[in-house]
DNA sequence: AATTGGTTCTGAACCGTTACGGTCCTTTCA
DNA sequence: TGAAAGGACCGTAACGGTTCAGAACCAATT
């Protein structure tokens, strides 16, 4: 029977010949694929587990490339995509057990995410992305840390001192307002605490008091939440010269805020963004460019060709500083101040 | 053990405890997904079949907000999106029979398909989306040739009967190029037969003869397809005043190209496309808009209330016509002519 | 005629789970 | 005190494939 449908050449054409007519006469709809799973021990599918709603996949630019190179690497292999649904709200991790997946991909998650332990705890292989390196499995991110690190010496050559930020969130529970620097710390988002300790070791090495930054969080990921995220640190400090915005979502927001404030960019305010999105590139934005597309690419890859090797792989790719059009020095020099011993 | 897992109230606390114990200690990581959809004869998860790459999904805008409305509508039910590939260029149904799921959507493919065929022998509950009504199976879509009409009225109105045509694909041969009779009527993608025969009928009623207007259609969806599919109508007829693209992305591509020849929209050439998409919307693009999200959503709904119903269901969502600002009246009148009797 | 080799075909075991029904023990009530 | 009722626990039979060992068959060689 089985050998009929997938074994041709293990016997003669007549019985398979006979085999098929009567299947289809009594109505067999072909093999059942989970069945064939089972046996077989292969699902011929990749699990991808993001935070997120499900459906945020599909609305956040970075995630869209993600998600696009990722399923070009499945593509190649032949093996389908599944999106587990992982409601951050609910702690409920039954959807994690419940997917019949060979493998798991994990995007950008809490390092502290049930869903997570969840999925480590199943006995596949794994990828992280844009995760802390848990040693145990294959990871694929950048240098998060060197990259803004960058940037920021790029800010600090221009001249600017006194800055504002506004990153995404930190952590599961939400906190739109300003971040006490136990919280940047303690941050479970290993992007966001990478990137903020980045700026905060530039900063600092320039003699900036980091702990005087206005640094503001916002949890919902928009460009809403940029520009009321920078109307947040401007009514605290008018005075900052640069808005720093850890994603390009981000800083698009921004940048409407500063132009509703009437405020000319980069002559007025220098903005900066991070990831290098499509949108942000036909607004001449100052970032830090990633390959979204490459890192799902290379997580599928991973993932994908996971023989039995002694210890778990680590990739980082090369990021790009883009400087646009949004940044420029610090008008005039008499109100340039800092804060610093 | 099974209980211990999944039934907690069907066994004493203690009991439960060591059940676990124990089977931490054996290193029994949880009761096997794929066993357990053999079992209970749940996937816990939808497939959905386009047959594009599956990377596809992630550069199409309209492909976009239809996958983030299914997605919607999976997250409700708690069920994973699986992304069955499906490669265009191989007859290779294999993936759609190793896929293991609950049901099919299935998202504008050519009703030739194989892949479409090897789902609806599948025994699972199955809806198609921008194709056309199978009777067999519930069906979301919009009434493509009606908004195409309307469309084509209002250009009618402004005066345009001089006309050029640019389209997606019509079938899965590769025809970059000019479309014949044959070939309009023979398309296998529903949404394209039925614009483009919005259109005949709306511009036949209106005295021009169709089989005389250049119609190209081109086999990749981007905005260089527009482009150079503008180019060739143009080429071929300089003297055409509204240029009508099938998609929004062509028609952005259209506006490039005419932007490229100095021709200014809309006093030099009238520009429209069809689906509203973001980008479109932004260069204030004459279009029709249809609720991609919606139709994802719906499709995904139908799919999981999937109850033993007498006759499958057929739902068409409202479209709305957006007159922009790259449609106008033709220029002047004199030099303005048109085929007919 | 018996042995050998090769091919085609059949049957049984196994994959890991859940559903179901039966046993056993404890409690309750006449 | 005995019977009935109920709860906790356990054993077994599918679910629907794949795989593999070995039976059956046929032809060729010794």
């Given at each position: 029977m089985s050998n009929a449908y997938n074994r041709p050449d293990q016997l003669s054409p007549e019985l398979r010949r006979r085999?098929?007519?009567?299947?289809?006469?009594?109505?067999?709809?072909?093999?059942?694929?989970?069945?064939?799973?089972?046996?077989?021990?292969?699902?011929?599918?990749?699990?991808?587990?993001?935070?997120?709603?499900?459906?945020?996949?599909?609305?956040?630019?970075?995630?869209?490339?993600?998600?696009?190179?990722?399923?070009?690497?499945?593509?190649?292999?032949?093996?389908?995509?599944?999106?587990?649904?992982?409601?951050?709200?609910?702690?409920?991790?039954?959807?994690?057990?419940?997917?019949?997946?060979?493998?798991?991909?994990?995007?950008?998650?809490?390092?502290?995410?049930?869903?997570?332990?969840?999925?480590?705890?199943?006995?596949?292989?794994t990828v992280v992305c844009d995760q802390p390196d848990l040693g145990t499995v294959d990871r694929v991110g950048i240098d998060d840390r060197g990259a803004m690190y960058e940037l920021a010496k790029h800010l600090i050559s221009l001249g600017h001192r006194r800055i504002g930020v506004v990153c995404m969130r930190l952590a599961r529970d939400r906190n739109d307002g300003f971040v006490t620097a136990d919280r940047q710390h303690a941050a479970h988002f290993h992007v966001q605490r990478n990137r903020l300790s980045g700026l905060a070791e530039a900063f600092s090495e320039a003699g900036v008091d980091w702990s005087q930054v206005p640094v503001v969080e916002r949890f919902d990921h928009n460009m809403a939440s940029g520009a009321s995220g920078a109307a947040q640190v401007l009514d605290r400090d008018p005075q900052v010269t640069a808005l720093i915005c850890t994603s390009?979502?981000?800083?698009?927001?921004?940048?409407?805020?500063?132009?509703?404030?009437?405020?000319?960019?980069?002559?007025?305010?220098?903005?900066?963004?991070?990831?290098?999105?499509?949108?942000?590139?036909?607004?001449?934005?100052?970032?830090?460019?990633?390959?979204?597309?490459?890192?799902?690419?290379?997580?599928?890859?991973?993932?994908?060709?996971?023989?039995?090797?002694?210890?778990?792989?680590?990739?980082?790719?090369?990021?790009?500083l883009i400087i646009g059009k949004t940044s420029g020095a610090p008008r005039g020099g008499a109100e340039e101040r800092w804060f610093g011993p």
């Open positions: 085999v098929l007519d009567t299947a289809r006469r009594l109505g067999y709809p072909g093999p059942d694929p989970v069945a064939r799973s089972l046996r077989t021990r292969k699902a011929g599918a990749v699990g991808l587990l993001l935070t997120e709603n499900l459906s945020y996949a599909f609305r956040d630019p970075a995630a869209i490339g993600f998600l696009e190179g990722l399923a070009l690497a499945c593509e190649d292999a032949g093996t389908g995509l599944l999106l587990v649904p992982a409601n951050p709200e609910r702690e409920d991790v039954a959807s994690v057990h419940r997917a019949g997946v060979d493998g798991f991909v994990v995007y950008s998650v809490p390092d502290d995410d049930p869903h997570l332990a969840a999925v480590l705890e199943r006995p596949v292989p390009d979502v981000l800083a698009l927001g921004a940048l409407t805020e500063a132009a509703r404030r009437g405020l000319r960019v980069p002559h007025d305010i220098t903005v900066t963004g991070f990831d290098g999105i499509r949108a942000g590139e036909e607004a001449g934005l100052t970032t830090v460019r990633q390959p979204v597309m490459e890192k799902g690419r290379a997580a599928g890859k991973l993932l994908l060709d996971a023989n039995e090797r002694s210890r778990p792989r680590s990739v980082n790719l090369a990021t790009e």
